[in-house]
């Protein structure tokens, strides 16, 4: 059992911040980035051409998290989380949306970052 002493010594060593000498999980880094969430109401012809599942598929490869849902005015809502970068590729992508989709417009508001662990369609 001595290796479990030295690999947790090693894992506070490496995340102690030398200014104070606390430890610092890991976590601490991750939540640290720039996490943002956006709203985003599409509409056009988005509702029975896989727009929410190829809106899932294209937010797990940009490990995005949070949902997509049917309107029943016709429009789907897309709540989306994760960093800036990321998020600016998927509302690009959100723009012209899925092959069959005819999105007509795309409007995206800043959300209150929520904590989502993956992305759904509901």
Known sequence: MWYAYRITTLFIALFKDASTASYIPPFYYIQSMSKQCIKALISGRVQGVFFRESTRREAMKLEITGYAKNLADGTVEVIACGEEAA?????????????????????IQAKVLRPFTDFTTG
């Open 87 to 107: 998020l600016t590729q998927f509302t690009r992508w959100l723009h012209h949306g899925p092959e069959y989709a005819n999105v007509e417009q795309v409007q």
